[in-house]
């Protein structure tokens, strides 16, 4: 049985995030320093995308929050991920890409692109049905 209970569905796919990455981060490293020397490093093109929306550039921010999703993409099929599946919440190296979801998500909904929105939600819903709670979208 998975941890999310579905006794057919696939195991949870955790991350094992980018420690140099999240270590600069936690150090207070400016996160653009960090994503141009860590370009895989969701996390820190999820502090960019959180930093850009908090400022009001929305556009900015979404640019962000699509790269480092889509470099979340990219790790999560690494990890053996098939388009669907568990993603938790609560293993910290997922955060990073999930992040990034919720700030697309956020964006997305900002300059009217419902569909993108809605994408989000359903992404994030599937990925861990705690995770929109997370992130302020629930």
């Keep these: 049985m998975t941890s999310f209970g579905d006794l057919l569905g696939p195991q949870p796919t955790l991350l094992t995030g980018d420690d140099e990455a999240e270590s600069e981060l936690l150090n207070g490293a400016d996160p653009a320093a960090v994503a141009a020397a860590h370009p895989t490093a969701s996390v820190a093109w999820g502090a960019l995308a959180e930093a850009a929306l908090n400022d009001g550039a929305t556009i900015t921010a979404y640019a962000y929050a699509r790269t480092g999703y889509h470099r979340g993409l990219d790790q999560l099929r690494r990890h053996g991920w098939k388009g669907f599946?568990?993603?938790?919440?609560?293993?910290?190296?997922?955060?990073?890409f999930l992040r990034c979801v919720g700030v697309l998500a956020r964006a997305a909904q900002i300059i009217g692109e419902e569909d993108e929105y809605l994408r989000c939600l359903d992404l994030l819903n599937e990925s861990d049905p705690a995770a929109a709670g997370e992130l302020g979208l629930a």
């Design 85 to 96: 599946g568990p993603v938790p919440w609560s293993h910290e190296p997922n955060q990073g």
